[in-house]
């Protein structure tokens, strides 16, 4: 199998927005809405949840998202609220910025509360089978997550989002294989070994990682020389050790 690919050279924000409105058509999701939504109504919608419109007219705080949230009947566990903020690409979580939330309910052509209502039902149920959509998500997710001026997540949140992405209790996809609780042993093999921050680079191939490990959990595809970063090769010894450990047969 060959090593991953070299990571893509970023998108615009405009790029961003044209590559989402192109899989929304693409993907069926503007039927959350009986037509075109109308940028006038969304953006009456947005003024309803400003926090301070004197000091910050296009955009959207904590309190406001609060708010938001609770008229959209969406559990702040659950990865509806990530699911959210990655289709208006949120700046950070609880933050929403006028242009991508207009710009993002177009493209689901939700301009209600209950057609966005629909909209994120639909997307959610979309996320254990659609890669693309599920991917995004995860991607994103770093933003949200990401302290404010830092460039990396601390351990101890990411184990909060991974467990949230990785659960189908909370609307994610379960990190778990016949053999090998994935998850759980990658939570503790960072507790236990890593204990540092997990930069970008670090947080987009575990969910590679992820992926692979479910389409074949021997690891028989395994390179180690591939262009997987130092704590996931790290990883993949501690795997083969706790399955010698546990008297498993080392299908890897």
């Given at each position: 199998m060959a090593p991953p690919k070299k990571k893509?050279?970023?998108?615009?924000?405009?790029s961003k927005v044209d590559k989402r409105k192109k899989y929304f058509q693409q993907t069926g999701s503007s039927k959350a809405g009986s037509g075109p939504a109308g940028s006038q109504t969304l953006n009456k919608l947005f003024d309803k949840y400003r926090d301070a419109p004197a000091d910050n007219p296009d955009g959207i705080g904590i309190d406001g998202s609060m708010k938001y949230m609770q008229d959209l009947k969406v559990d702040l566990e659950d990865i509806a609220v990530l699911i959210i903020g990655e289709a208006l690409q949120s700046p950070s979580m609880g933050e929403f910025t006028r242009e991508d939330f207009v710009a993002g309910w177009k493209g689901l052509n939700a301009d209600t509360i209950t057609k966005q209502q629909h909209a994120i039902i639909s997307l959610r149920k979309k996320i254990p089978t659609d890669p693309e959509l599920c991917r995004r998500v995860y991607r994103h997710t770093f933003q949200l997550a990401r302290p404010a001026s830092q460039k990396s997540i601390p351990l101890e949140i990411a184990i909060e989002y991974w467990r949230l992405l990785f659960s189908s209790a909370h609307g994610g996809v379960d990190w778990v294989s016949n053999s090998t609780l994935w998850l759980e042993w990658w939570l503790m093999f960072l507790q236990e070994k890593w204990k540092?921050?997990?930069?970008?680079?670090?947080?987009?191939m575990t969910y590679e990682?992820?992926?692979?490990?479910?389409?074949?959990?021997?690891l028989g595809w395994w390179d180690e020389n591939g262009a997987w970063p130092g704590v996931v090769d790290d990883f993949v010894l501690y795997v083969k050790q706790r399955r010698e450990q546990d008297g498993m047969m080392d299908i890897g």
């Amino acid at each position: 199998m060959a090593p991953p690919k070299k990571k893509d050279k970023p998108l615009s924000n405009a790029s961003k927005v044209d590559k989402r409105k192109k899989y929304f058509q693409q993907t069926g999701s503007s039927k959350a809405g009986s037509g075109p939504a109308g940028s006038q109504t969304l953006n009456k919608l947005f003024d309803k949840y400003r926090d301070a419109p004197a000091d910050n007219p296009d955009g959207i705080g904590i309190d406001g998202s609060m708010k938001y949230m609770q008229d959209l009947k969406v559990d702040l566990e659950d990865i509806a609220v990530l699911i959210i903020g990655e289709a208006l690409q949120s700046p950070s979580m609880g933050e929403f910025t006028r242009e991508d939330f207009v710009a993002g309910w177009k493209g689901l052509n939700a301009d209600t509360i209950t057609k966005q209502q629909h909209a994120i039902i639909s997307l959610r149920k979309k996320i254990p089978t659609d890669p693309e959509l599920c991917r995004r998500v995860y991607r994103h997710t770093f933003q949200l997550a990401r302290p404010a001026s830092q460039k990396s997540i601390p351990l101890e949140i990411a184990i909060e989002y991974w467990r949230l992405l990785f659960s189908s209790a909370h609307g994610g996809v379960d990190w778990v294989s016949n053999s090998t609780l994935w998850l759980e042993w990658w939570l503790m093999f960072l507790q236990e070994k890593w204990k540092k921050s997990v930069n970008r680079d670090m947080w987009n191939m575990t969910y590679e990682f992820c992926k692979k490990t479910m389409e074949d959990e021997s690891l028989g595809w395994w390179d180690e020389n591939g262009a997987w970063p130092g704590v996931v090769d790290d990883f993949v010894l501690y795997v083969k050790q706790r399955r010698e450990q546990d008297g498993m047969m080392d299908i890897g």
